[in-house]
């Protein structure tokens, strides 16, 4: 009985090879090997797709954001902060945070009052023009380092160095390539005088470049290639959240639209947490590169920041500590949505084109 039962499944999975679903006959097709489909579920998808769904899931998740984008900045430069930092905070820690959540939400009643509805949008255009780049780069170049070194050096098998190399590789590429932009963007958002000193992107591209050179336009690039450090961590921890939703999902068998759905909102949501512990751990870059692009002059006429240590220095000596984490809430209050939108809407446009 044991001996036709196992003639019988050799039977079957020899004759499995040779069915179809169309109306073509069997024999006119060859076998097909059980392990094909699986190979074809694993076939990474294009690089240039990762460059498409990365610009589309930044502009996203830049224009849904943009208000808080103005106020992180402002409460970043050494101007505005003590306009909007009169009040002193309390020491213990849930107090000041709800201290910094009614401070974040007063500066945007007043920029809409007093400047309007647009100045909500400050320096919009200039971001869009730096994030649908900088982030379509930043994808398409973790994507490509890490298939890259994976293949190469660790027989298609992901690791956690890998994700390393290939964060830092993609966090300096796309500061390098778009600091310029970053910093137009940085002078719009800091001209409180309506449009009176910059009439338009291009008209601050001008200006700084005439007044400045054109080796300002990498003012605080030292402090980007630091914050590429955030970014890195963030690739990091997103990718070992989702290797651990992944195998949970994997695990589940016969899975309805919900579980699809849940487990691309999970994954959104992993993106959003790696998000938010790398930007408490290395937040005070964000201050510094504010205050390099924003290049304020002493009363000699000299620049006050000149480099990055020296401004670390010099904030912490003048301000404190605290000024280091000055624009934090409205930067969490960002950057973790906007990294869930952008990180969602990425996914999403990478199974399109695929």
């Known amino acids: 009985m044991d001996k036709r039962l ?8 020899e004759s499995y090879r040779y069915l179809v679903s169309d109306e073509k006959s069997s024999t006119l ?26 610009g589309i899931g ?50 945007l009643r007043g920029l809409y009052t007093n400047e309007g509805f647009r100045a909500l949008f400050k320096g919009l255009g200039p971001n869009l023009v730096g994030v649908i780049p900088a982030r379509s780069i930043n994808f398409f170049t973790y994507s490509s380092t890490k298939e890259i070194i994976s293949s190469n050096f660790n027989n298609n098998q992901e690791a956690t160095w890998i994700h390393l190399l290939s964060g830092i590789s993609a966090g300096f590429v796309t ?4 600091n310029p932009i970053w910093l137009i963007k940085t002078r719009l958002q800091l001209d409180k005088s ?21 080796g300002s336009l990498y003012k605080g690039l030292t402090a980007s290639y630091l ?14 959240m989702k290797t651990f939703i992944n195998n949970r999902a994997i695990s589940k068998e016969n899975k309805t639209t919900k579980d699809h759905i849940l487990e ?45 240590i020296q401004t670390f220095r010099l ?7 605290a000024s280091m984490y000055g624009g934090l809430t409205p930067h969490l209050l960002r950057t973790v949505p906007n990294s869930i939108i952008m990180f969602g809407t990425w996914e999403i446009v990478v199974r399109l084109l695929s």
């Open 58 to 107: 930044g502009m996203t998740g830049a224009i849904l954001t943009s208000p808080l984008d103005v106020v992180k900045t402002r409460l970043q430069s050494d101007v505005y902060n003590k306009m909007y930092n009169q009040t002193p905070k309390s020491s213990n820690p849930i107090i000041k945070s709800l201290q910094h959540f009614k401070e974040t939400g007063s500066v």
């Open 6 to 13: 196992e003639v019988l499944e050799e039977d079957a999975e």
């Open 175 to 178: 500061s390098t390539a778009t």
């Open 29 to 54: 097709r060859g076998p097909e090997k059980l392990t094909d489909r699986k190979e074809v579920n694993d076939k990474q998808p294009a690089k240039w797709v990762h460059f498409i769904a990365g």
């Open 194 to 214: 309506k449009g009176k000193n910059y009439k338009s992107s291009w008209d601050c591209l001008k200006y700084v470049v005439k007044t400045e050179g054109v």
């Open 264 to 308: 691309w909102s999970a994954r959104s949501g992993a993106a959003g947490a790696a998000k938010f512990i790398a930007s408490l751990i290395t937040y005070p870059h964000e201050v510094v590169r504010t205050r390099l692009r924003q290049a304020p002059l002493e009363s000699t006429g000299k620049p006050k920041y000149t480099g990055l």
């Open 227 to 240: 914050g590429g450090v955030e970014s890195t961590l963030q690739w990091v921890l997103y990718e070992q």
């Open 315 to 321: 904030v912490f000596k003048e301000e404190g500590m």
